[in-house]
């Protein structure tokens, strides 16, 4: 009965999948066909949710993007660098939702809007709350950098310091009767302690205590700076929080104003200029040339198959390179966010959160093989991976640089760690943000062993080997003597390559590297100092470094263009062969099953496991 159950249930959920899919096309098909050119106003205020859809990577594996598509925090960040130079722009108006950003994001935008603010431009934000539900001291740290925050009725102002906390579980998997056998190379390589300790080390402490007063000095020292508050007096408000709506108003001024977002908004619009009209930032994004992913493109992409198969397309694309040649130089901007893993994208049904070594590699290859592309912006947000994979795309602009002679700048977003560092260091500039996170030079690696739990519900594993080393990784069994011996030698020949490669690719001694090396994380700022990154910033210093190595004078000189070009939704599916259609969705019945199959080994009070090989992942902790 309980496998015709999980049968019925695996069916059942591919049916639905099938509906999801008829009605998620067509919801988008009839988007795309209302899709309607915006016209800007003589006199507008921009507006903006900040919230959780605005994301820097989006992407098609999760259904909602067909009725709710991801804002791109990247035409977001450009609409308010271009807003900043627009007459017609007045001000903005901000109505703050928890966006999740990381750091190195939340730095970026505050700039962006100081620098909108410095040319005559006004700037509000409304939030009904600053942590309701915990702390939300970067929150704060981001609505700061406008000139007047609203806060409504019963609202806080969560300023409770930074905190971290980590479970560290070798009493429950000793209980359970599963031993963690890993081994590292680096002090500070911590990303195996939760499964092996009770508590920090004392160098991963170390390490993330320098975090946080990083952290911590940068937010008093910046929010003192915009809201003028006393750095020494602010640092005791912003460690004794939360404050309730009166108290931040009136005892600690860290909002202007107490009101509900309709009577602000609607008293903002007369402040600034009762003729500006209201028009969301996304909509005004549309408006702009230059805009990677404007709305019509998904009218374009139903036609571009149509053109494609009348030879119009080939057409009108050799007049567009013709009147383009002689424009601005183009800059490819290639996106590399998650966990760094071998292989290639199996899509549409690929899963989200991954750099796939193949795919990037080749993004990165075919940017410096084009004669149109003068250089390449490669934009990291990883915590690493692979060490054979980072190595991978390593290679690759490698060759861009080599081969192809085009430069490449790399701009870190909120973490380039571990096997994201090994990539970076391939550069031929590294841009990173004072509270970006980056080296982790280190490598761990090993597995769990089930063993102990198998027998205490009744499953005895029996082995038969050839000898040597046959078995190492056996979920069974612990690493014994010449296992131990031999995969000890091979982390720390992969420690030794990687301090090989940052030596000679960033033109440091191997002594200079280890002295930031031992697995240990740095700010954007620390890593400064050591020489692992050449200059603080984002996208704007990123830009500017190419436009230097191009020899330009004036980023304006770049173009900056998604490559390869962002696909909508029907371009993503139709650019797969019949061959990649049947592997993905063969991977994608092959997950399903599994699924299936493993809650009904688990019912059924079985087992699974998986093997840990050697890897240059750090782990993402969380400040706050």
């Given at each position: 009965m309980?496998?015709?159950k999980?049968?019925?249930?695996?069916?059942?959920?591919?049916?639905i999948?099938?509906?999801?899919?008829?009605?998620?096309?067509?919801v988008l098909?009839?988007?795309?066909?209302?899709?309607?050119?915006?016209?800007?106003?003589?006199?507008?205020?921009?507006?903006?949710?900040?919230?959780?859809?605005?994301?820097?990577?989006t992407?098609?594996?999760?259904?909602?993007?067909?009725?709710?598509?991801?804002?791109?925090?990247?035409?977001?960040?450009?609409?308010?660098?271009?807003?900043?130079?627009?007459?017609?722009?007045?001000?903005?108006?901000?109505?703050?939702?928890?966006?999740?950003?990381?750091?190195?994001?939340?730095?970026?935008?505050?700039?962006?809007?100081?620098?909108?603010?410095?040319?005559?431009?006004?700037?509000?934000?409304?939030?009904?709350?600053?942590?309701?539900?915990?702390?939300a001291?970067?929150?704060?740290?981001?609505?700061?950098?406008?000139?007047?925050?609203?806060?409504?009725?019963?609202?806080?102002?969560?300023?409770?310091?930074?905190?971290?906390?980590?479970?560290?579980?070798?009493?429950?998997?000793?209980?359970?009767?599963i031993?963690?056998?890993?081994?590292?190379?680096?002090?500070?390589?911590?990303?195996?302690e939760?499964?092996?300790?009770?508590?920090?080390?004392?160098?991963?402490?170390?390490?993330?205590?320098?975090?946080?007063?990083?952290?911590?000095?940068?937010?008093?020292?910046?929010?003192?700076?915009?809201?003028?508050?006393?750095?020494?007096?602010?640092?005791?408000?912003?460690?004794?929080?939360?404050?309730?709506?009166?108290?931040?108003?009136?005892?600690h001024?860290?909002?202007?104003?107490?009101?509900?977002?309709?009577?602000?908004?609607?008293?903002?619009?007369?402040?600034?200029?009762?003729?500006?009209?209201?028009?969301?930032?996304f909509?005004?994004?549309?408006?702009?040339?230059?805009?990677?992913?404007?709305?019509?493109?998904?009218?374009?992409?139903?036609?571009?198959?149509?053109?494609?198969?009348?030879?119009?397309?080939?057409?009108?694309?050799?007049?567009?390179?013709?009147?383009?040649?002689?424009?601005?130089?183009?800059?490819?901007?290639?996106?590399?966010?998650?966990?760094?893993?071998?292989?290639?994208?199996?899509?549409?049904?690929?899963?989200?959160?991954?750099?796939?070594?193949?795919?990037?590699?080749?993004?990165?290859?075919?940017?410096?093989?084009?004669?149109?592309?003068?250089?390449?912006?490669?934009?990291?947000?990883?915590?690493?991976?692979?060490?054979?994979?980072?190595?991978?795309?390593?290679?690759?602009?490698?060759?861009?640089?080599?081969?192809?002679?085009?430069?490449?700048?790399?701009?870190?977003?909120?973490?380039?760690?571990?096997?994201?560092?090994?990539?970076?260091?391939?550069?031929?500039?590294?841009?990173?943000?004072?509270?970006?996170?980056?080296?982790?030079?280190?490598?761990?690696?090993?597995?769990?062993?089930?063993?102990?739990?198998?027998?205490?519900?009744?499953?005895?594993?029996?082995?038969?080997?050839?000898?040597?080393?046959?078995?190492?990784?056996?979920?069974?069994?612990?690493?014994?003597?010449?296992?131990?011996?031999r995969?000890?030698?091979?982390?720390?020949?992969?420690?030794?390559?990687?301090?090989?490669?940052?030596?000679?690719?960033?033109?440091?001694?191997?002594?200079?590297?280890?002295?930031?090396?031992?697995?240990?994380?740095?700010?954007?700022?620390?890593?400064?100092?050591?020489?692992?990154?050449d200059?603080?910033?984002?996208?704007?210093?990123?830009?500017?470094?190419?436009?230097?190595?191009?020899?330009?004078?004036?980023?304006?000189?770049?173009?900056?263009?998604?490559?390869?070009?962002?696909?909508?939704?029907?371009e993503?599916?139709?650019?797969?062969t019949?061959?990649?259609?049947?592997?993905s969705?063969?991977?994608?019945?092959?997950?399903?099953?599994?699924?299936?199959?493993?809650?009904?080994?688990?019912?059924?009070?079985?087992?699974?496991?998986?093997?840990m090989?050697p890897?240059?992942?750090?782990?993402v902790?969380?400040?706050?």
């Amino acid at each position: 009965m309980i496998l015709l159950k999980y049968i019925v249930r695996f069916f059942a959920f591919i049916g639905i999948l099938s509906i999801l899919m008829i009605v998620g096309l067509s919801v988008l098909i009839v988007k795309s066909l209302k899709s309607e050119k915006v016209e800007i106003p003589e006199k507008v205020v921009l507006t903006l949710k900040l919230n959780q859809s605005i994301q820097e990577m989006t992407s098609l594996d999760n259904f909602s993007y067909f009725f709710s598509a991801p804002k791109d925090y990247r035409v977001l960040i450009n609409s308010i660098d271009h807003a900043a130079d627009d007459d017609r722009v007045k001000g903005i108006f901000i109505q703050y939702q928890s966006p999740v950003f990381g750091p190195g994001e939340i730095q970026e935008f505050r700039r962006a809007l100081k620098n909108f603010m410095s040319k005559g431009k006004a700037c509000s934000l409304h939030a009904d709350t600053f942590g309701e539900e915990g702390s939300a001291s970067f929150d704060y740290y981001l609505a700061s950098s406008c000139e007047k925050i609203s806060l409504q009725s019963t609202g806080m102002v969560g300023l409770s310091g930074l905190y971290i906390t980590m479970p560290f579980g070798k009493d429950f998997f000793e209980k359970f009767g599963i031993k963690p056998d890993f081994l590292h190379v680096g002090d500070y390589k911590s990303f195996v302690e939760p499964f092996e300790r009770d508590d920090f080390s004392a160098a991963h402490y170390e390490m993330e205590k320098d975090l946080m007063t990083q952290y911590e000095e940068a937010i008093v020292r910046d929010v003192s700076a915009d809201q003028k508050f006393d750095a020494a007096q602010f640092k005791e408000v912003f460690t004794n929080g939360p404050y309730f709506d009166t108290e931040a108003l009136e005892k600690h001024k860290l909002v202007q104003e107490i009101a509900y977002y309709q009577d602000v908004k609607e008293r903002y619009l007369k402040t600034l200029d009762e003729e500006a009209q209201y028009l969301s930032i996304f909509k005004y994004a549309e408006s702009l040339k230059d805009n990677p992913t404007d709305m019509q493109l998904k009218v374009d992409a139903l036609t571009s198959k149509l053109k494609e198969v009348s030879g119009e397309k080939e057409a009108d694309q050799n007049k567009e390179e013709a009147a383009t040649s002689t424009g601005p130089k183009k800059i490819a901007f290639i996106l590399a966010y998650g966990e760094i893993v071998r292989g290639f994208k199996q899509a549409p049904f690929g899963e989200s959160g991954k750099i796939e070594s193949y795919v990037l590699a080749d993004q990165i290859e075919k940017a410096a093989a084009d004669p149109e592309i003068a250089g390449i912006i490669l934009r990291i947000n990883s915590p690493g991976g692979s060490p054979v994979a980072s190595d991978t795309i390593g290679q690759a602009i490698l060759r861009a640089k080599t081969k192809y002679q085009k430069p490449v700048i790399i701009s870190i977003a909120n973490m380039a760690a571990s096997g994201g560092y090994w990539i970076a260091a391939h550069g031929d500039k590294i841009v990173a943000e004072e509270l970006s996170l980056t080296g982790s030079i280190g490598v761990f690696g090993g597995k769990f062993v089930f063993k102990d739990f198998s027998e205490m519900i009744g499953v005895h594993w029996r082995s038969i080997s050839t000898g040597g080393t046959a078995g190492i990784s056996s979920m069974t069994d612990v690493f014994n003597d010449v296992q131990r011996a031999r995969y000890q030698g091979v982390i720390e020949m992969l420690y030794d390559r990687f301090v090989s490669v940052v030596s000679q690719q960033r033109g440091m001694s191997k002594d200079e590297v280890e002295k930031c090396a031992k697995g240990r994380v740095w700010t954007g700022k620390q890593a400064l100092e050591f020489g692992l990154v050449d200059a603080l910033g984002g996208m704007d210093v990123a830009r500017d470094l190419m436009t230097e190595k191009l020899g330009l004078t004036d980023q304006k000189d770049l173009n900056l263009i998604y490559y390869p070009p962002q696909k909508t939704p029907f371009e993503e599916i139709f650019s797969f062969t019949d061959t990649d259609m049947e592997a993905s969705i063969s991977s994608l019945f092959h997950k399903l099953l599994m699924r299936e199959v493993k809650g009904f080994l688990y019912e059924s009070q079985g087992v699974s496991s998986s093997l840990m090989m050697p890897s240059l992942a750090q782990e993402v902790t969380h400040n706050d």
